[in-house]
């Protein structure tokens, strides 16, 4: 294919384009069945497209726009990708200069423009993400985020849905309205520059080794804000880069060309839908626009740089071809302009006029509407039958085979957690299998459909990001960190995209998912990366669920109210508590549920009151029983769940003991103990008479030599002492 620097050479002295360019471009449309409609048609989105980014910069300039980044340049290969996929048929992720392929799938300009401006008129986001954030649910545009990179194992997850559904569908399960086409095409799409995150490269990767349906567009416009191309990508090429990359198939065009896009976009399109595998889409395009309009691009490109840009610029390129090949005069060509023109102006009219979302629906969409894991719905009595003897890992174990062999559209996937990756080995009586490093998930994959639990690659990111994916799609997924202390490369995931994804959508897109992690200390030789705690990062989050059990019965009941729920949750187990004798419990029974916000009282008393959650449980019982002997009374309130907290469950306390303690394993300093004591102070500070203590982990990593790990997580002593202090103040 020939590449974006070759155009401007085939044009003669008097300027116009050679006559066996014009020939070869015009038997590459016959080629493929592009009429003048067709040609005409193609031209009427790419004006329509930089129209729209010269309204929203005018919109900008008078303040009824906030911010505004161009795709200008990109026209060309998204005019002809909207032209070749399917609108409601596949699915589209796209990045922020994707304006030409959402305005060619239906997306109209005063959506668009609704967005520039935050009203009720914009349906990507509702009046809650900035301009170019594109979203459409009724065409299966995936609202998109403002992380570079987030996108690509999202759209693997996209894809890896499809599969499943129809694997389902094909085996006689009703799938309860969620819809797959069998030869749907999941589209994604990045500039060159996010082609250097690694998550892009994780995309890939998955994609190529499951053969899924992936088409990665590459919009290389040379630079990455002021950073060119070649600085960052080896060989200064992305396809140069992969071209050896198995699995994967390269296309790479002149994406300033819509006949030659269209033309490679229907060669790629034809080897997703026979099921081949991943495209990866490399299309050379131009930026006549600044990366933003907070980037002024003369400041590192030079004039002679920018002059051959904009000739090379579709919007300059194309109609002088269809003009000079006769294909519509220049009339016809001034006249669909000034058309575009007043369809973008009469546009913007109605959007600045349509009313802002009124102030009471700042805290919509935030949650579920539909499904309240806080209310009595779920909460369910167990049957607690045989003896008191089954320990949190063997509650947690039972509570994913019960709930796995009800369920097909359950998935769960991490590090090591099936019995084997290899599935003939599945029917092998001497191979036990892995089954997680904990024996968590231990013969779930047995208990379970084929295809409904596997092992991921050791990626965290990748992890959650396909779980982000399938979740969108109605599959639940049930995924596993094999360690807390390593969950850091997939922050970025569940911070901006699980937590995020129904409120930046105005409920029109979820991710209702589970992550399992293990956590805390108190096992000797963890160290530093096997001792982490640090929760109150994620109950900082809005939208996200946050579970802490302490014991095999609550582990249970939270564990399957979590897996019903309509929201993304964090289910984090503590490693020393698996198998320990004192929280074990009878099995509760297959329905046992406990909604989430119910604090339990693990030990009733009158002179002090403990909240406190996950190991520090057990500690200040033993601390309060100690007390007993000096004749004072203290109540033990575990908390269960972090996001949300039982309140009303602490104040009754207070009533009565007037006196809190608050005891974690977290460091002190930003401890979820301070956003309680907060709201203790606001909330009911006429019931205390004292002030309000904290048992933590010293502000200092996790040593390995158990003198100095005792030393610095929270013991039983600890409390001890501290509820001595507090009851004698």
């Known amino acids: 294919m020939p590449n974006a620097n070759k155009e401007s050479a085939t044009e003669n002295q008097s300027g116009k384009l050679s006559k066996s360019l014009i020939e070869a471009k015009l038997k590459l449309a016959k080629k493929y069945g592009l009429k003048k409609e067709d040609l005409v048609g193609m031209l009427r989105n790419v004006y329509l497209s930089r129209k729209l980014d010269d309204t929203e910069i005018s919109m900008k300039k008078q303040t009824k726009a906030y911010f505004q980044i161009s795709s200008a340049g990109h026209e060309g290969i998204l005019t002809a990708a909207a032209n070749v996929l399917k609108p409601a048929h596949d699915w589209f992720i796209c990045y922020y200069r994707d304006r030409a392929l959402c305005t060619g799938l239906g997306v109209t300009p005063y959506e668009m423009l609704c967005q520039a401006n935050g009203n009720i008129g914009d349906t990507s986001s509702h009046g809650r993400q900035m301009p ?6 009724k065409l299966n545009i995936v609202n998109k985020s403002s992380c570079t990179g987030t996108q690509f194992l999202q759209a693997v997850g996209l894809a890896e849905a499809g599969k499943y559904l129809e694997e389902l569908d094909q085996n006689g399960i009703d799938l309860e309205g969620r819809k797959y086409e069998k030869d749907e095409i999941v589209y994604v799409s990045t500039g060159d520059g996010t082609t250097s995150q690694g998550e892009f490269w994780e995309g890939v990767t998955t994609a190529c080794v499951n053969k899924l349906p992936v088409l990665f567009m590459v919009e290389d416009n040379g630079y990455a804000i002021s950073v060119p191309t070649e600085v960052q990508t080896p060989g200064g090429s992305i396809s140069k880069a992969l071209s050896n990359f198995p699995g994967l198939k390269i296309f790479e065009c002149d994406g300033n060309c819509p006949i030659e896009s269209y033309a490679t976009m229907k060669e790629a399109e034809a080897y997703l839908r026979d099921g081949n595998g991943p495209v990866l889409v490399h299309a050379h395009v131009t930026r006549p626009y600044s990366h933003s309009m907070s980037d002024d691009q003369t400041m590192y490109r030079t004039k002679e740089e920018l002059e051959r840009e904009k000739e090379q610029d579709v919007f300059n390129s194309y109609p002088k071809l269809l003009v000079e090949g006769g294909i519509m005069s220049e009339e016809e060509k001034d006249s669909l302009l000034k058309e575009v023109s007043d369809e973008c102006r009469q546009a913007m009219k109605e959007a600045i006029d349509t009313p802002w979302p009124d102030k009471s629906t700042a805290m919509d ?17 167990g049957t607690f039958e045989g003896k008191e003897d089954v320990p949190m890992a063997g509650t947690i174990n039972k509570t994913l085979r019960d709930e796995f062999k009800k369920n097909p559209f359950l998935r769960m996937w991490g590090e090591d957690v099936a019995d084997f990756s290899q599935l003939e080995k599945l029917e092998n009586p001497d191979l036990k299998g892995k089954g997680g490093v904990f024996k968590i998930t231990s013969g779930v994959q047995r208990a379970s459909r084929e295809g409904q639990v596997f092992n991921s690659p050791l990626a965290e990111a990748n992890v959650v990001g396909r779980a982000i994916g399938q979740a ?9 960190i094999q360690f807390f202390d390593y969950i850091w490369t997939a922050y970025m995931q569940i911070k901006n995209e699980a937590a995020t994804t129904r409120y930046r959508s105005g409920g029109d897109f979820s991710n209702p998912l589970v992550i399992r992690v293990p956590i805390g200390g108190y096992l000797r030789g963890g160290s530093i990366y096997h001792s982490q705690t640090g929760e109150s990062l994620y109950t900082h989050i809005p939208g996200l669920r946050v579970a802490y059990p302490s014991n095999a019965a609550d582990a249970a009941g939270l564990l399957r109210t979590a897996i019903k729920a309509d929201d993304p949750v964090m289910f984090l187990e503590h490693k020393h508590l698996y198998y320990q004798g004192y929280n074990r419990s009878a099995d509760p029974g297959e329905n046992y549920m406990i909604p989430f916000g119910k604090a339990r009282v693990a030990k009733e008393g009158k002179d002090a009151t403990v909240v406190t959650w996950g190991a520090l449980v057990q500690k200040s019982i033993d601390a309060a029983k100690k007390l007993e002997a000096q004749g004072y009374s203290v109540e033990v309130i575990d908390i269960r769940t972090l996001a949300p907290f039982d309140m009303d469950a602490i104040k009754e306390s ?4 007037n006196r809190l303690l608050i005891a974690h394993e977290e460091h002190k300093t930003s401890g979820f103990a301070g956003e309680i004591a907060a709201r203790v102070n606001e909330e009911c ?9 904290r048992v933590t982990s010293l502000d200092v990593h996790v040593a390995y030599c158990p003198q100095l790990e005792e030393v610095i997580l929270p013991q039983t002593d600890d409390v001890t002492k501290a509820l001595e202090e507090l009851l004698k103040y």
């Open 654 to 657: 207070l009533k009565k003991t």
């Open 365 to 381: 969409h935030l949650y579920s509407e539909d499904v309240d894991i806080t209310s009595s719905d779920f909460e369910h009595a």
């Open 132 to 137: 170019a954030h594109w979203g459409n649910v």
């Open 472 to 480: 969108m799609r109605g599959i639940k997924p049930v995924v596993e």
């Open 685 to 693: 500070f006429e019931e205390l008479d004292a002030p309000i203590k």
